[in-house]
């Protein structure tokens, strides 16, 4: 890893001419959704990029192993406390990404810059009025609404994506609330999350699959002939688990053998057991608690169905975001079950790769578990042509088409 304090060394062979500087405040190896999407990005296209990333845990040892330059601004929270250093983190991370951003430029002669969420954007306003580059900024939902509490700093979050060369965003449902919010001539395009299979220790062929479904259901004491419903995510109210387990009496009132398997920790977590208990399938209901993401292949291939049917979240300071999960899901060969609402629809699309219904209407979500669990052929029709549908990406350099045009 090459850090701000050795902007004077060598520049590493494999890049020659980078010319695009992606700066986030989240990167690998810190799991983070936005993390993981813009190490895909990069990943696209090593020979172009440097990174400027803040540091986090385990991040020498990672960035040694990457083919393009990877720069840290230091966490404050190392060196300020968790509650100080956190409370003056984002500050921080707005002046560091602003001078090391200058610094870098010095070095490498960039003429992009990738910046890669709406948060700190005045970093970017500023680099742009200083640096003779362009910039392109990526939004995935929250970052949008953070900026619009404030009528300053929304006046300048609108000045910066007027400014920008284009806008990224992550879903249609973002692109659609940003356009809804702000009215821009900025070109703005969707580009969705990828699945990297690297992410899962490289546990994707078959016969590994097959072990890890075998493992994972003996240890939950699961049949292997048994319907597993699986679920992926934060416990909190709107994500519906409640749901979920609601119908899981139903369906073995009508002879289906299931099972369904919560990944995830949170503030409902207490509830959801007490409600598993009060509809007497606690014994049916397997609440895993967190799993890394490296081991997430193993309950994926022990599902038949994933499930997420989450609610619109109508606190203001939230807006749901691209949900990877289901596209995880499909790329693993899963069905998915899924509210028809915001940014789900770009990851599930009816009858191709799962069922989108009206997560209020009981009848409807009963429908379409009792579809699932009684037709094999159709879980495994979906779950093939979900499969092709997550191996499907956008690449990154359509950005630059102008570019290539000239």
């Not at 192993?65 to 190392?78: G, I």
């Not at 416990?235 to 990944?263: A, E, Q, W």
């Not at 890394?292 to 989450?310: K, V």
Request: proline share 5%; aromatic share 12%; charged share 20%.
């Amino acid at each position: 890893m090459e850090h701000i304090s050795q902007l004077g060394t060598k520049i590493r062979d494999q890049t020659a001419s980078p010319d695009i500087l992606v700066i986030s405040r989240l990167f690998l190896p810190k799991e983070a959704v936005i993390g993981e999407y813009l190490y895909n990005r990069c990943l696209q296209d090593p020979e172009r990029v440097i990174v400027l990333a803040a540091g986090c845990s385990g991040d020498k040892v990672f960035d040694q192993a990457q083919h393009f330059p990877v720069y840290r601004w230091p966490n404050p929270r190392y060196w300020l406390g968790h509650f100080v250093g956190g409370f003056l983190k984002p500050l921080f991370n707005l002046v560091w990404s602003f001078v090391f951003a200058i610094r870098l430029y010095f070095r490498y002669h960039y003429r992009y810059i990738e910046w890669g969420h709406g948060y700190e954007f005045p970093a970017l306003l500023l680099l742009s009025y200083l640096l003779p580059v362009r910039f392109f900024i990526y939004l995935h939902g929250n970052d949008i609404v953070s900026a619009l509490g404030n009528p300053f700093l929304r006046s300048l979050f609108k000045l910066t994506l007027t400014r920008a060369e284009g806008i990224v965003c992550n879903s249609s449902h973002t692109r659609d609330y940003l356009r809804n919010t702000f009215r821009l001539q900025t070109p703005t395009h969707v580009i969705h999350p990828v699945v990297r299979p690297e992410k899962f220790d490289g546990e994707t062929n078959q016969k590994n699959l097959d072990e890890l479904r075998l493992r994972l259901r003996q240890t939950y004491n699961i049949p292997q002939t048994a319907v597993v419903i699986l679920s992926v995510g934060q416990l909190v109210k709107h994500k519906s688990f409640d749901r979920v387990i609601d119908n899981i009496p139903l369906l073995l009132t009508i002879g289906v053998d299931v099972h369904y398997i919560i990944c995830g920790e949170g503030p409902c977590e207490a509830e959801l057991k007490s409600l598993a208990h009060r509809l007497r399938v606690d014994k049916r209901v397997h609440f895993a608690g967190y799993i890394p993401p490296h081991e997430l292949s193993g309950y994926y291939a022990a599902c038949d169905i994933f499930a997420m049917l989450t609610l619109l979240d109508t606190k203001a300071s939230s807006l749901e975001g691209f949900g990877v999960v289901y596209l995880e899901a499909s790329y693993f060969g899963k069905p998915v079950i899924a509210s028809r609402l915001g940014s789900v629809i770009d990851a599930v699309r009816h009858e191709e790769n799962g069922l989108l219904v009206n997560p209020k209407s009981g009848y409807e979500v009963f429908q379409a578990f009792n579809r699932l669990c009684k037709d094999q052929q159709l879980r495994e029709q979906l779950g093939r042509q979900g499969k092709e549908l997550a191996k499907r990406k956008t690449l990154h350099r359509l950005l630059y088409k102008s570019e290539s045009a000239t």
